[in-house]
Every structure is written in C-alpha cells, then in structure tokens.
C-alpha cells in the first residue's frame, strides 16, 4: 500500500494496515523536507509511475485537501479496515476510506470515498456519508443520519435520528445535532446551532 501524506493521520492508518497483514511500502508527501515515517520511506512529491500496481489511500486529515488531492491520483485506491470494526455485512465502505479501531458500522448504512471513520465511531443503520466526510472519534451517528460531502463531525458529537447534515459543514467537538444542517453550517454545542458559515476552506 502506498499513502499520500505523511501526517500523525499516515501513523494510525500504517498501524491499521500493520494489524491486516498489509505493509506500506513508500510515503508521497509535497513537503521535500520529510524523508521517513518511523522506518516508512517519503518518497517525495506524487509519481503516477512508482509501484503502479501498488493501491492508494489519502492520509491527509483536512477534507477539502484530501478531495483535491484525489483528482491527481493514477492508482487504485485501497481501503484500510480495522480488524476490531464491526462492519455489517450490509453496509458499503467506498474506496480510499478508513475505517478506525472499535468502528461499529451497522446494517445498510453506506459510506463514501476517501471518508474517515475515525477511532470507536458508531454509524447506525442506514447512515449515508458522503465522499471525504470525517466522522471523528467517539461521533454517535444515530439511524438513517445522511452526511454531505467534506463534512467534518466533530469529537464525541451526538446526531439523533434520520437528520441531514449538509455538505462542507464544521460540527464543533460534542455538538448534539438535533435538526438538519444545511450546506456549509459552522455548528456548535447542546442543543447545536448554527453560529456561521464555514469559509475557512477546510474543515478540521
Ligand atoms: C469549533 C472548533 C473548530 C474551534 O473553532 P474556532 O473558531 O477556532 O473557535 P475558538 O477556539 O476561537 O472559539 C470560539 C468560541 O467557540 C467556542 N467553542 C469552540 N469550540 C467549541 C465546541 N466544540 N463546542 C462549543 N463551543 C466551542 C469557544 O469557547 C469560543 O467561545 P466564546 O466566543 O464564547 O469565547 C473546534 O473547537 C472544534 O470543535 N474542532 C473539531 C475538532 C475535531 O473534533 N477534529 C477531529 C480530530 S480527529
């Protein structure tokens, strides 16, 4: 596997891999300065002719820079599963995603491309997350919740049921969402509301 971004982020996913068996094998990063992940080598920036038969995963956190860089790649892309996530065997996970230690997926819920589903995040039945959504550590993504593309669901974030969080919002760390949420929302606190667009280019 080869990864893109040579980031704390590249660490939990070489780690992932490591406990499936699987190995990184070089790391593209645009920082010419970085040369080695632990004993993981940076190559540089992307080369579409190194290791072409090797598969791909993203592992910049920052959802709109994972987006674009997605537009560059010419390999495949991989996905990097846990071993301790508990995935139905209904559910859909898109290619270039990750998904963390102690993960619960439940049943039909679909999840998108190059999306994070980060550490003991649970996604209830019939979740839809769009590409490049981060669902953080701890989110509780009740029922049938749909997520917009590049949206970031804060740490220990609560949605309740069958609400829709648009695309390219912020929900801030422990947010409870309990309407939906439209495009671009920044999003804060219990019961969230809305406290302004996010402009910043990037959701964290
Ligand atoms: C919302 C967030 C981006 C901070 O945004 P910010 O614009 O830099 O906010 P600031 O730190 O300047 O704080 C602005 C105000 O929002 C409040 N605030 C910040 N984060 C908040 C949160 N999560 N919930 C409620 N209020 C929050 C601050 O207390 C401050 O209030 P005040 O104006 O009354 O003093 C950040 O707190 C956050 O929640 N990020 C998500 C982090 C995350 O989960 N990332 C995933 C990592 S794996």
Redesign the pocket.
């Known amino acids: 596997m080869l990864l893109y971004g040579a980031s704390g982020?590249a660490k939990v996913i070489n780690s992932i891999l490591r406990a499936t068996g699987q190995e990184v094998t070089a790391i593209f990063d645009d920082d010419l300065g970085k040369k080695n992940l632990g004993d993981i080598a940076v190559v540089g920036q992307y080369d579409p002719d190194f290791q072409t038969a090797a598969p791909l995963i993203i592992s910049i956190?920052y959802n709109d820079i994972r987006r674009k860089v997605a537009g560059k790649i010419r390999h495949r892309f991989g996905r990097a599963i846990h071993p301790s996530a508990l995935i139905d065997e209904t559910a859909t996970i898109g290619e270039g995603t990750v998904i963390m230690p102690g993960v619960i997926v439940q049943a039909d819920a679909r999840i998108g491309r190059h999306v994070?589903v980060?550490?003991a995040a649970t996604v209830d039945h019939d979740c839809l997350l769009g590409d490049f959504v981060?669902i953080?550590?701890g989110v509780v993504l009740c029922g049938a919740v749909q997520v917009g593309e590049s949206t970031?669901?804060?740490?220990?974030?609560v949605v309740a049921p069958n609400l829709t969080i648009g695309a390219n919002c912020?929900?801030?760390?422990?947010?409870v969402v309990t309407t939906h949420i439209p495009d671009g929302a920044?999003v804060?606190?219990?019961p969230a509301r809305v406290?302004g667009n996010f402009e910043?280019g990037s959701?964290?």
């Open positions: 982020h956190g994070i980060n550490t981060h953080a550590p970031l669901i804060g740490a220990g974030c912020l929900i801030a760390a422990g947010s920044t804060r606190g219990n406290v910043a959701p964290r």
